[in-house]
């Protein structure tokens, strides 16, 4: 069974502390995305990655990095975590040139800032 | 830019009724690719259907069917026999595929979503 795995499901973390939320995909894709889920706004990327240390932003980077340092590993860094960045992630994977495929998602990591 | 907009944000229906899901997106593109996603409360999503812009023939999967309207920019997404377990957000999402090779990846764009509640 395919699959996309985050590191943690929920996180509890204080204002100001640097995070690292994980995901590792097991399918080989090239392709993978943070989103951030909010009620009322639906979906939001993030960053994403087509390749090894390759990355582009997405619609709302501001206060978020990554990291591709394998192709199965993508992390999403907090530099300096913020009450406003409390949000559920989620992580999805998909194979490049196959826009027929959609995307594999992750089960999401709840994040709550304090 | 695309945008979705799912203008349902919440819909309640009886178990066994039929339920349609309405999804309109703007594009100027030609060539795309329509979805929808399923978010029950566990929070993991699962793609329900998917639809090829340039096929004019309905995608169904079991009870879950489209009707894609290309030239209105509508995509609704239709459940029958509604179950308990269909009790979900639902996501209808947009993509463009890359235009050439080597570069970017292909993006998902998604509504907001509807929070459908099957009534026992």
């Known amino acids: 069974d395919v699959k996309v795995t985050q590191s943690s499901r929920y996180l509890v973390k204080r204002t100001g502390e640097k995070v690292f939320l994980e995901c590792v995909q097991d399918?080989?894709?090239?392709?993978m995305f943070w989103y951030r889920q909010d009620p009322g706004l639906g979906l939001r990327l993030i960053y994403f990655?087509?390749?090894?240390?390759?990355?582009e932003k997405g619609d709302i980077p501001e206060g978020y990095s990554v990291s591709r340092e394998k192709k199965e590993r993508f992390s999403l860094i907090l530099e300096s975590a913020s009450t406003n960045q409390t949000s559920m992630y989620l992580c999805?994977?998909?194979?490049?040139?196959?826009?027929?495929?959609?995307?594999?998602f992750g089960s999401g990591t709840r994040l709550t800032v304090v | 830019a695309q945008t979705v907009t799912q203008s349902q944000p919440e819909m309640s229906v009886q178990e066994a009724e039929t339920v349609t899901l309405s999804c309109t997106y703007d594009t100027s593109e030609n060539n795309y690719y329509l979805f929808w996603y399923k978010q029950p409360p566990s929070r993991q999503m699962i793609l329900v259907i998917r639809?090829?812009?340039?096929?004019?023939q309905n995608a169904t999967e079991n009870r879950f069917s489209v009707n894609f309207q290309k030239a209105a920019k509508s995509f609704s997404l239709k459940i029958s026999d509604s179950q308990l377990g269909d009790t979900a957000m639902y996501f209808c999402a947009f993509m463009k595929p890359r235009e050439y090779s080597g570069g970017g990846a292909d993006g998902l764009t998604f509504g907001k979503g509807t929070h459908l509640i099957i009534q026992p």
């Open positions: 399918m080989d894709h090239e392709n």
């Open positions: 990655s087509y390749d090894v240390k390759m990355k």
């Open positions: 999805a994977s998909s194979p490049l040139g196959q826009a027929n495929y959609g995307y594999t």
């Open positions: 639809q090829e812009a340039y096929k004019q």
